[in-house]
């Protein structure tokens, strides 16, 4: 195949990712996009092979390597449970982080089969590329496992403030340019292998001291990282597809920590400096006796069945007691009442962007019912009840209206203007925040205490009497 | 005599190489000179430069009109884009002779293909959730 | 001894061009190898429709982001910046020899100039009209 | 200058043109958009320079070309005035048109200065792209200079149905192709005169089928076509900043010929095969008598001043009557007696894209006074008066109720739905479309005959009795 053809076809993968990302802006053309991006990647694939024209040998390894990878992908996609998609996300970028490093390792090794020199005669500026390439792509592997094991539950998500830290990392960056020139200068091995060593321990030591909370920022910004490495090697192999797609890959990872952040109030800076969210703070106690109102399944039911329109506020809890179906099955039975239902998402709500929108579709709520902050905070005034359940942050009042509050400034959901708010937790304790809710000892609030799938069926049951 | 005509013949090498040496940088200058009006001689990297500045435009724009509430999907399915780094993996493996070079291509590979599977599926079960009101 | 000598000198010349030939067509082909993989004797053709496909899709995203009110200074700055093509302008009139093709240059000059210094001076004059409530 | 700077520098002018656009997003930002394009340019222009190191008679051409130009360029900018914008870009197009000719024929003349061959010698894809350049530019300045006459007034805006001319204009485009192939071949001169000769004719046989009225989608197709020749020209000398910014130009007249026809309800195609806007058609006379309440000035002021929120609808007709600053005058009036003012704009109101939106600021109406189409069509039924000015079609029911009228489709503003809509204009004759508007036979409807500025003021001067 010609280089010419070879290029032209990268550029159309490339043109097939964005086609594949363009899809998403709505459900109905989502799928179609999804389809976009396996074809563009079936190009890339197959354009490669024709360009490489691998011995018999060789085309048998990729074709085992494609089967062993594969299977284990196809695999994993079919078995994960939907509440584990930040975790999956996290596992998957460390991934694309290790094969960068392996990809960068292979071109040292082999330069000749990427067309950057020979051995011990690479060019310097792919040498410098590759470098780039292969220090944020191990930065992005050991990132992405400790934010896949404080997800999973497998470290534990308090901050590790190791002492001087910033010291140290800001000594351990200094130490990787200054070995990246000496690679350039040497080309030698063990140079190589100490940048990779070194951008390993750079990727650790950067996420422990973040909280577990703050993980799903963290990941997304090591999705924009592996973004950026993938093109840094796109500059390295003259490859339009990788360069395309790095830099689509870096813009979305870094405009949703934007989102994140903002749907917080929070610097990004603030973030990534770390040491917020790990544990919960002590519940504020200001010497003022306060009053909760308890409610029991039945009281709910009771002031479901007679409302005229119910608003339902999704939070982490419902993913964490996985009450998805139980609450899809409240809402059928309101709307057989003839009770308007709505669903109402704030952008942090849950642990990751859009997790709540994932898990009710999952428990096969129409999209068209699922309304973001800004296109119903407006009706909860006109609602009789709203139904929070696991949420708890996204509808804390004080963060409008108390300036001292260090979640102040951040969007909430008027939770407090509907008739009636219930609110469905364990206990009166704080989110993600650590912060009390001043809402829990309202008037028009109704605590349920319980877990919220359990409490969900209670209140279904409670409406068969 | 014999002396003498090698050395003539030398000469003539001398001059001919010479020559030889002069047609090609004539040639070499022409060829410079029209490069450079026409930009042939342009350094890839700087057009290599050029898409990427222009694709991170694309990336900003398409990124912001994906609706939030497939935030998520994006999220697994820019995974499985930037897998595409499996180009690299197969040329490493395709062409190599290194057998070091095979491993490191082989192990890129295989995380790589798990990625690009795993993530478009991952997404392809998401977004068939995605369901409008039946009416 | 004489004619002998020379046919050797000759013969000698032939073989060091031959294998003047022969080193230069490795150097060639050498380079060749290296450009195919490194993609670098890709035609520049390709990546300017690289570039040309993705300003595109960037011109699509930001005119759709243009507010509505500014639709008719969006048709003068557009209108301005398509005079780039002065810079054509300016080669034929810089570098030309031929009297005509400066003629023509000086006047695609001064088009593009006036569409240039209009364009964006009358955009100019619009945006500052557009004012928001004092309060 | 090394040509790697030049490219680079090109690459950097093509970004400042995209911030340029960008910063139209929102009239705050916009003036510093103007300034990066500006930038934008200047780079260009002088890594030109750099890259041609004229001798002192070139230079001193160049700096007499830009003098001439660019002071003819500024005394048109400060002189026109903002009713004149839609011929004024219509003049503009057709000098970038004739520019993009005049490029190609130095180009042809003088191949080595652009670094694409020599005389008689010019690469084959060069003359391939350049002829495209060529025949795209010529089409857009005859097009464009028709476009300029009808606007302006100095040809009938009458469509001019030759016979056959769609035959004749298939023929044309095919004899270009013909000749395009002979360039290539022949590399001849004479050849390329033909290609401009029969572009130049096929741009004037194009745009006269098509009605006076039509000509702000003709501006605009033309102002896309204009981006095209640039990019074609920009594959041909290898310039990067010219390829970026076609892409831009082309895109952007592309999305507003597109979005004028979705306002006017009207396919692209039905545009360009012409014949449509041209006269007005006949009233309609479907044989029932039909009353108007005709109202004068002091009726007029006597229900504004009384109103508390009036909504003002401006369209053509204020254009026409230059009565923008009169209106402000009346607003103002109506602010200080309390009265709440607002003004809706139809995305077709008036003759060209944002037409409304430039008088208005013109006569100082500050922008968040002006709302668009769906932000305020709610509000009509909320205001006591409706005071549409000069606007006709964009105001018409038939557009939302009647399936067999011609417009039937286009979105309009929901003036009807106001306690009283004043409606001034000199007649009862027909808008752009030429249909009837069956809102001046309404009860709600007072019509106010007369000039729009004449009537306007005489509303002032009557609220001071
Ligand atoms: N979405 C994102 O992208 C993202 C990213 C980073 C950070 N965050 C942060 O995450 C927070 C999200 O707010 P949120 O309101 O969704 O969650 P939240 O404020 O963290 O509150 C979740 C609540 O759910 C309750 N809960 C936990 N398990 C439960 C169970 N099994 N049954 C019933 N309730 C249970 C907990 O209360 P009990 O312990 O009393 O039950 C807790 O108060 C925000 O502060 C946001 O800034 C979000
Ligand atoms: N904006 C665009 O980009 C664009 C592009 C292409 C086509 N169009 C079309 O243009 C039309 C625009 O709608 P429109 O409502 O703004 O205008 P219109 O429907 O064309 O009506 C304008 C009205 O203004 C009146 N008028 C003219 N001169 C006047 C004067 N001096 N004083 C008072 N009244 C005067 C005319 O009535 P009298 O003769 O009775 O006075 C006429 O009915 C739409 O049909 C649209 O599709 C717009």
Chains 1, 4 share one sequence.
Not at chain 1, 65 to 75: D, F, P, W
Not at chain 1, 404 to 427: E, H, Q
Request: aromatic share 8%; proline share 3%; net charge neutral.
């Amino acid at each position: 195949m010609s280089v010419n053809l070879a290029s032209f076809l990268y550029l159309v993968s490339g043109v097939l990712f964005i086609m594949a990302l363009r899809g998403l802006s709505h459900p109905t053309t989502s799928r179609q996009g999804n389809t976009y991006g396996m074809v563009g990647m079936g190009i890339a694939i197959l354009t490669t092979l024709a360009l490489a024209r691998p011995t018999l040998g060789g085309f048998f390894l990729i074709l085992l390597g494609l089967a062993i990878g594969g299977g284990a992908g196809a695999l994993i996609a079919r078995r994960i449970a939907m509440t584990s998609m930040p975790q999956l996300v996290a596992a998957f970028h460390s991934l694309v982080g290790l094969a960068a490093v392996m990809v960068a390792a292979a071109a040292m090794y082999a330069p000749g089969s990427f067309g950057i020199g020979l051995v011990g005669a690479i060019h310097g500026q792919a040498l410098v590329e590759m470098s780039l390439g292969v220090a944020i792509g191990a930065i992005t592997f050991t990132g992405s496992v400790i934010a896949f094991l404080k997800l999973d539950g497998r470290m534990s998500g308090k901050p590790i403030l190791l002492p001087m830290r910033h010291v140290v990392n800001a000594a351990l960056g200094a130490l990787l340019v200054l070995l990246i020139i000496l690679l350039v200068g040497t080309q030698s091995y063990a140079v190589f292998w100490l940048i990779v060593l070194v951008s390993l321990a750079l990727g650790v030591l950067l996420i422990i001291p973040i909280g577990g909370a703050d993980m799903p920022v963290v990941v997304s910004m090591l999705n924009s990282y592996s973004g950026w490495a993938a093109a840094a090697l796109g500059f390295t192999l003259g490859n339009l597809a990788l360069i395309i797609t790095g830099a689509l890959v870096g813009s979305s990872g870094a405009i949703l920590s934007y989102i994140m952040c903002k749907g917080m109030n929070r610097s990004f800076i603030s973030v990534i400096l770390g040491g917020f969210g790990g544990e919960t703070a002590a519940a504020v106690d200001d010497g003022i006796e306060r009053t909760v109102k308890q409610g029991s399944a039945d009281d709910a039911a009771y002031l479901m069945a007679n409302a005229s329109k119910v608003i339902i506020v999704p939070g982490y809890g419902m993913a964490v007691a996985q009450a998805q179906h139980a609450l899809r099955e409240l809402a059928d039975r309101l709307k057989a009442n003839g009770v308007e239902v709505k669903y109402a998402i704030h952008p942090v709500a849950g642990r990751m962007p859009g997790h709540m929108n994932v898990l009710l579709a999952e428990a096969n709520v129409p999209y068209d019912e699922v309304f973001e902050l800004e296109d119903i905070n407006s009706e909860f005034a006109q609602a009789d009840v709203a139904y929070v359940i696991g949420a708890n942050d996204v509808t804390n009042p004080s963060a409008r209206d108390d300036k001292s509050s260090p979640i102040y400034g951040m969007p909430i959901l008027d939770v407090d203007k509907a008739k009636t708010c219930l609110f469905v937790k364990r206990s009166l304790g704080s989110g993600y925040a650590g912060i009390d809710n001043t809402l829990f000892y309202k008037d028009g609030t109704m605590m349920l205490l319980g877990d919220a799938k359990k409490m969900t069926e209670d209140i279904v049951k409670a409406m068969d009497h | 005599m014999e002396n003498n005509s090698v050395e003539t013949a030398l000469d003539q090498l001398d001059r001919a190489v010479a020559n030889l040496r002069l047609t090609l940088d004539n040639a070499d200058s022409v060829a410079d000179a029209v490069h450079v009006a026409s930009g042939g001689v342009v350094d890839p990297f700087v057009f290599r430069l050029a898409i990427f500045v222009l694709a991170i435009f694309v990336g900003y724009y398409v990124v912001w009109s994906v609706t939030p509430a497939l935030h998520t999907p994006l999220m697994a399915v820019t995974n499985a884009i930037s897998s595409v780094i499996v180009v690299g993996a197969l040329l490493a493996v395709g062409i190599s002779a290194s057998g070091l070079a095979t491993g490191f291509g082989f192990i890129a590979l295989v995380l790589a293909a798990v990625n690009i599977f795993g993530g478009f599926l991952v997404t392809q079960r998401m977004l068939a959730m995605y369901k409008k009101k039946e009416r």
